[in-house]
């Protein structure tokens, strides 16, 4: 009997030591946090794990680590020391914030890493993503004949005490880097600067791109938006679009496309690449809604180089016409019911000249003379794929 009591108590400390090494947290690959340098508030809390989603979200506190890993998402919420610090992070550092740090795991691998500093009330004072790299990535860079840098994809943004968006840096895997500063009063946004990175001889600096400058009425809605060039600057359908509704609270920030959606204004394709050159001006008007009705461009004498006119219906932009140099260009555009662009025409001076069709990745160009189709073209996914001259 003595020796079934014993047997049977050495069994259930074995599965006891089992259940403990199965719930606890295993080093691998988590990052190593250590003790806060200071004692921490009741809402700073120790390390734990959360059953998440794409965003990062901490949908369900899961018991241990490993519970957390068997969801396509997994979410580890701690708080870090100074020494645990990203390179990028090392400028922003004060020893009167808290440090969380958040990492995003899909299907058991590191896919981004947040930090958040927090004041002594939790107030967000500063946010900051960081991808993780790409081990096939890092394996080309290796065979390449020249050493990489160390380069990090992510941003980082700060926040005063009033929770508004002081300054949000940006960083590519190309090495480039951008800086936009924020000034707001009131609640309102009073100017934007935008600044790039460009490399020198000591090293590099942050360099004036462009400012704008935002005016309200008295019921402060924005009615204009006037950006000031610092350096020439070409200016396409594709990229320089005015966003006017910036991000000013926690919750709006690092949502690009929540934030722009339709009060974007970009210029239609047939307009060209245009050329802003350093100390040129551009003003946008705008209605009651926050539409941009109106955009003039000046040179750096404040003579008009040309205007561009906006006709919304709802939320969409139905006809652009731009006035430059005596010709007057005007770009038509049709929506289906789910409000995708379906067709758009282009007139020069009144008369027709491309005709556009777009259904899914799918677009049919065609191309008029005098009235007449001279050349149509299929593009699929932005790549032309068949080209036929009409006789």
């Known amino acids: 009997m ?4 014993a047997a049977a108590f050495i069994f259930i400390l074995l599965l006891s ?5 199965l719930t606890q947290e295993s080093d691998g690959d988590m990052p190593v946090v250590p003790e806060m340098e200071k004692n921490p508030p009741e809402w700073a809390k120790g390390a734990r794990w959360f059953r998440s989603n794409a965003g990062g979200m ?3 506190e ?3 680590r490993i519970a957390a890993l068997r969801n396509e998402y997994a979410l580890l919420i701690d708080f870090a020391g100074r020494e645990e610090l990203p390179e990028f992070l090392y400028p922003f550092y004060d020893e009167k914030y808290f440090m969380e740090i958040r990492v995003l795991y899909e299907k058991n691998e590191k896919a981004h890493t947040q930090w958040i500093f927090r004041d002594i009330d939790g107030t967000s004072r500063l946010v900051a993503v960081f991808a993780e790299k790409n081990a096939a990535d890092e394996t080309q860079a290796d065979v390449k004949e020249e050493p990489q840098k160390n380069n990090a994809s992510g941003f980082i943004e700060v926040y005063d005490e009033n929770s508004f968006l002081s300054a949000e840096y940006r960083f590519f895997q190309d090495g480039g880097k951008s800086r936009t500063d924020y000034i707001f009063k009131d ?6 600067t935008v600044f790039l990175w460009e490399e020198d001889d000591d090293g590099g600096k942050y360099a004036q791109v462009y400012a704008d400058y935002f005016r309200y009425n008295r019921s402060s809605f924005l009615r204009s938006v006037q950006r000031v060039f610092y350096k020439d600057r070409e200016i396409s359908s594709l990229n320089d679009p005015v966003v006017i509704v910036f991000p000013s609270g926690i ?9 722009t959606w339709e009060r974007q204004n970009s210029y239609p394709e047939f307009f060209g690449d245009v050329l802003a050159a350093k100390d040129s001006k551009m003003s946008y008007s ?12 000046y040179d750096e004498n404040d003579n008009v180089i040309w205007v561009i006119y906006n006709t919304w219906r709802n939320e969409r932009i139905i006809s652009t016409l731009k006035e430059e140099g005596g010709k007057v260009f005007l770009a038509e555009f049709e929506y289906d019911s789910n409000g995708d662009r379906v067709l758009e025409k282009n007139y020069t001076n009144g008369v027709l000249e491309r005709v556009v069709r777009s259904q899914g990745k799918t677009d049919i160009e065609e191309l008029y003379l005098n009235g007449n189709v001279i050349l149509q073209a299929v593009w699929e996914d932005g790549r032309k794929v068949s080209e036929t001259r009409m006789r």
């Open 2 to 5: 003595t020796r079934k009591i």
């Open 17 to 21: 030591a089992g259940f403990i090494a």
């Open 58 to 60: 901490a949908l369900e």
């Open 62 to 64: 899961m018991p241990s």
């Open 187 to 192: 609640g309102l946004l009073l100017s934007s």
């Open 286 to 297: 705008t209605d009651d809604r926050g539409r941009i009705t109106s955009q003039t461009l």
């Open 251 to 259: 919750m709006a920030a690092a949502r690009e496309r929540f934030f």
